[in-house]
């Protein structure tokens, strides 16, 4: 989401504003100083945001000085080898609607219990994956045709990624320790992503009807519009789900609740053809009381709303499925707060070691500057915060990405991209950068991966397995299994 609506490369903001004397400097720069830019103007952002706790108020985040996920210690488990039992994540079938809102861990349990393990274990076997034998539920299983219980345990949705074999790399590496908080980070050229891979991600998902159209959004539905790009050219994203979004007006702002047919619809696409990840329910700043935002009352500054945040989508992703997801083990924070900064930004360790609890934090490696571009109704110029006659283009958006990318080899940036799936722009950039004949990427020999390819290059082991070790779940009724 934008900025300070919805984004989360973006800068504090009264975030805006603080920011934006800073920003206002970069926009006489070209794309591609823009971005590396940002990062130390942030920065400076984020300490007048420790000081005044107003800048993060309204704001985005705080900024990137470098991978805050990757300092974390090392942590306490690294070793376990293989994987257990992907549960086929069976459980319980029926949820309807009711299970939105925060909260309570309900639902999770049991998801291991009738495990239909169908794949075998971290990283090999194939995506074979009859979707479990929904051996508990009630005939609303997983198996019944919806698709959704037919992750194999390699994680490859629609049976492609990079790394189905959950390979450590560089090839011959052992894969790192798990972290005290395991994440991807938000290094420019990370390590452990060979450096000819992009992996594109779709937050703040999905979005639905705008209603009256606003200049920025149109009538919105742009989630819908590039799912069905991406369905049409057998690509399989990476995309981030809220379902309360607290910052803008459309039909999926509360559709946890509603269940909401398009925006269940949406949900429904994303689990069956990629990979989903929890982007909170109400995309607050987390590790900010609610009382220092601004508007006040979009915070969280205690543990129990963090996990109430990630559980919140939890509980509505698996009552969509009807049990066959009961849990995210991909997490992006919203406006990347407090990961960007990491270790010392406010409420980091609070943040941290909740989420760690539940998914691996993934950051990302470059900015696909598209949420940068809007206040929530109007668009305005890169960073701007006044409203402008002229929205971005798609050629802006992937022109910002291209500079920083690249060719593989040349490029200051590759790995994981922030992108956005709420806006025409990033709709019309989609194919300029990604299109499988005509696109940047495939015309300069870039390979697309997956976020789960970048968690199982860095750690030899799959983002459930990761949680798995680090909170001694496996063999547990607990286990978390392939989503
Ligand atoms: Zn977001």
Redesign the pocket.
């Known amino acids: ?1 934008a900025r300070r609506w ?3 490369s973006s800068p504090c903001t009264a975030g805006k504003r603080t920011a934006h004397v800073h920003a206002s400097v970069a926009l006489t720069l070209s794309d591609k100083s823009i971005v590396n830019l940002h990062r130390p103007l942030l920065a400076a952002c984020l300490i007048s945001f420790t000081s005044l706790a107003r800048c993060s108020s309204t704001g985005g985040a705080p900024s990137p000085l470098g991978d805050g996920d990757a300092a974390a210690t090392g942590g306490p488990e690294s070793g376990n080898g293989a994987g257990g039992a992907s549960s086929g994540g069976v459980s319980s079938g029926s949820g309807s609607g009711s299970r939105a809102g925060n909260g309570t861990r309900s639902g999770n349990s049991g998801s291991a219990s009738g495990s239909a393990s169908n794949a075998s274990g971290s990283g090999k076997g194939g995506n074979s994956g009859t979707g479990t034998a929904g051996s508990s539920a009630s005939g609303s299983g997983p198996s019944s045709g919806t698709g959704l219980g037919n992750l194999g345990g390699n994680g490859c949705a629609g049976g492609t990624c990079l790394n189905p074999t959950c390979t450590p790399w560089p090839t011959g590496t052992k894969g790192a320790a798990i972290e005290t908080y395991p994440g991807t980070g938000f290094d420019v050229q990370p390590a452990f992503i060979p450096n000819d891979v992009i992996i594109p991600t779709l ?2 998902v999905p979005d639905g009807a705008v209603s009256p159209p606003t200049q920025a959004k149109g009538a919105g539905g742009w989630a819908a519009l590039n799912l069905s790009y991406l369905d049409a050219n057998k690509m399989h994203w990476d995309l ?1 789900i ?1 379902t309360s979004n607290d910052w803008t007006a459309n039909s999926c702002d509360n559709w946890g609740a509603s269940m909401n047919a398009a925006c269940v619809a949406g949900a429904m696409d994303i689990l069956k053809l990629h990979n989903p990840g929890n ?1 909170t329910a109400h ?1 607050w700043h987390l590790g900010t009381a609610p009382a220092n935002t601004v508007p006040a009352g979009k915070g969280c500054g205690d543990a129990a709303c963090v996990a109430g945040e990630l559980l919140g989508v939890e509980s509505v992703v698996s009552a969509v499925s009807k049990g066959a997801r009961p849990h995210l083990t991909r997490f992006r924070a ?2 990347g707060e407090p990961y960007e900064v990491g270790a010392g930004a406010p409420g980091y360790d609070l943040v941290a070691a909740v989420v760690a609890r539940y998914a691996v934090s993934v950051g990302w490696n470059l900015d696909s500057t598209d949420s940068l571009y809007d206040d929530g109704t109007n668009c305005t110029a890169l960073n701007g915060n006044a409203p402008v006659a002229t929205c971005p283009t798609g050629q802006d958006i992937a022109h910002a990405v291209e500079v920083l990318i690249g060719t593989p080899g040349t490029g200051t940036n590759y790995g994981i991209v922030l992108m ?1 799936g709420i806006f025409p722009w990033t709709r019309d950039a989609i194919p300029l950068l990604f299109d499988p004949a005509t696109g940047y990427l495939a015309k300069n020999k870039f390979r697309v991966g997956t976020v789960e390819d970048a968690i199982c290059w860095k750690y030899g082991k799959h983002s459930w397995d990761v949680i798995n070790a680090l909170n001694h779940l496996k063999g547990t009724p607990q286990e978390l299994g392939p989503n």
């Open positions: 989401m919805v984004q989360e937050d703040d981030f809220n982007h995309h919203p406006f956005h």
